[in-house]
């Protein structure tokens, strides 16, 4: 098994702003403490020699001749740079990236300072915690990394969990937060986060949406602006699936688990085909979208686990990044790369959705049918169920 990378990301490049130029990017780690004192390679053909090279990328820009380059979405550049921090035995919180360019394009063959071109300023980064093991203590919290206590509490704000300014301090609220996530995790509340704290906070799969478990005043502002007025006759329509998936099983699945829900209180759920666009007529749009690397998820560099889709008003999202089947078998069941979209809890990213409470933000593989308390939820939110039973 490979462990998660530290990266540096340009983010969000956007190609056709460089003009008909295209550029090698070279990228050079340095201790913050002595980053001033950083050597700029003699040559451009000193780059790969020099101690801190760290890796480079290349772009295309070929400007309004490139027809992909003109069309192409903005996207992230990513560099693996773990293996520099371990040779420079530097930690990604002590470390400044410098960065070198070269215009291929140009037969000057020098170096360009990356101001001077449109690419975005990088970021280095990697998994929520660098450290996966190391215990994070209000007791210690004099002696730990504030820069690891700082990560645990966006996570914890990120899903409601904590209520305050992410200032590193492993204070009594932070101290609160984690008991709250230990006991919604159905983990012991000790306040101690510890390597099965941090498993849990990085690969346990989950839906986006703010949980309220916590003691404290957070409200899920998504969910709580969900609004359908007095209808309780909704239709929903589903986007393009993903490919590797029958097109006919995934409509029957969700028809089928969607059903669990109208079955169980007054409001009805019927599916409008619209599959090539997001039809006007339909009160809720289900789709897959890839938001791996978007700023809002915490959890972006942690690999498997994390947001599997969240659900608001008249919208929910299946993160498309994910490999996806219709029904586990012995051998997938074993396995935390695929999600089963036959699980209802695949589709309590549907609570928020048809305004119901938020109550389960785990994927549970082995549930396939909606609890009693799941049921009462519904009744309080829609009233009883209007078939004749």
């Given at each position: 098994l490979q462990e998660a990378p530290q990266i540096v990301v340009f983010p969000q490049v956007e190609v056709d702003k460089f003009e008909s130029k295209c550029?090698?990017?070279?990228?050079?780690?340095?201790?913050?403490?002595?980053?001033n004192e950083f050597k700029t390679p003699s040559d451009t053909d000193d780059v790969f020699d020099h101690p801190n090279y760290a890796g480079s990328r290349s772009i295309f820009g070929r400007g309004a001749e490139c027809e992909n380059c003109r069309i192409r979405p903005p996207y992230d550049i990513v560099i693996d740079v773990t293996h520099k921090l371990r040779d420079l035995q530097l930690s990604r919180y002590d470390a400044a990236v410098k960065v070198l360019l070269v215009?291929?394009?140009?037969?000057?063959?020098?170096?360009?300072?990356?101001?001077?071109?449109?690419?975005?300023?990088?970021?280095?980064?990697?998994?929520?915690?660098?450290d996966s093991k190391g215990e994070l203590t209000q007791t210690n919290r004099e002696s730990q990394s504030s820069d690891e206590v700082a990560a645990l509490q966006r996570y914890l704000k990120r899903f409601g969990y904590y209520d305050d300014e992410v200032?590193?301090?492993?204070?009594?609220?932070?101290?609160?937060?984690?008991?709250?996530?230990?006991?919604?995790?159905?983990?012991?509340?000790?306040?101690?986060?510890?390597?099965?704290?941090?498993?849990?906070?990085?690969?346990?799969?989950?839906?986006?949406?703010?949980?309220?478990?916590?003691?404290?005043?957070?409200?899920?502002?998504?969910?709580?602006?969900?609004?359908?007025?007095?209808?309780?006759?909704?239709?929903?329509?589903?986007?393009?699936?993903?490919?590797?998936?029958?097109?006919s099983k995934v409509l029957d699945c969700i028809a089928n688990t969607v059903k669990q829900w109208s079955d169980a209180?007054?409001?009805?759920?019927?599916?409008?085909?619209?599959?090539?666009?997001?039809?006007?007529?339909?009160?809720i749009w289900i789709?897959?979208?890839d938001k791996t690397l978007h700023r809002e998820n915490v959890l972006r560099f942690d690999g498997a686990g994390g947001v599997l889709g969240e659900g608001g008003h008249g919208f929910v999202l299946l993160d498309s990044a994910e490999r996806w089947v219709i029904g586990i078998d012995e051998h997938l069941e074993k396995s935390k790369d695929v999600s089963d979209l036959n699980d209802p809890n695949t589709w309590y990213r549907g609570q928020p959705t048809i305004?119901?409470?938020?109550?389960a933000p785990y994927y549970a593989p082995h549930k396939t049918t909606l609890t009693e308390v799941d049921k009462r939820i519904a009744v309080d939110g829609w009233g009883e169920s209007r078939k004749k039973t």
């Open positions: 550029y090698q990017v070279h990228v050079f780690l340095v201790p913050k403490a002595t980053e215009e291929t394009t140009s037969s000057d063959n020098a170096f360009v300072e990356s101001a001077q071109t449109p690419l975005p300023d990088p970021l280095l980064t990697g998994p929520l915690f660098e200032d590193g301090d492993f204070g009594p609220v932070t101290n609160q937060a984690v008991q709250d996530f230990q006991e919604a995790s159905g983990l012991k509340p000790t306040g101690v986060v510890d390597a099965a704290t941090k498993h849990a906070i990085t690969s346990m799969k989950r839906c986006s949406n703010v949980d309220p478990f916590a003691k404290n005043n957070i409200k899920d502002e998504k969910s709580a602006s969900v609004d359908y007025g007095d209808k309780y006759d909704l239709t929903y329509s589903v986007g393009e699936s993903p490919g590797y998936l029958d097109r209180c007054a409001v009805t759920l019927t599916y409008v085909d619209g599959a090539d666009e997001k039809s006007n007529d339909s009160d789709e897959w979208s305004s119901l409470y938020h109550t």
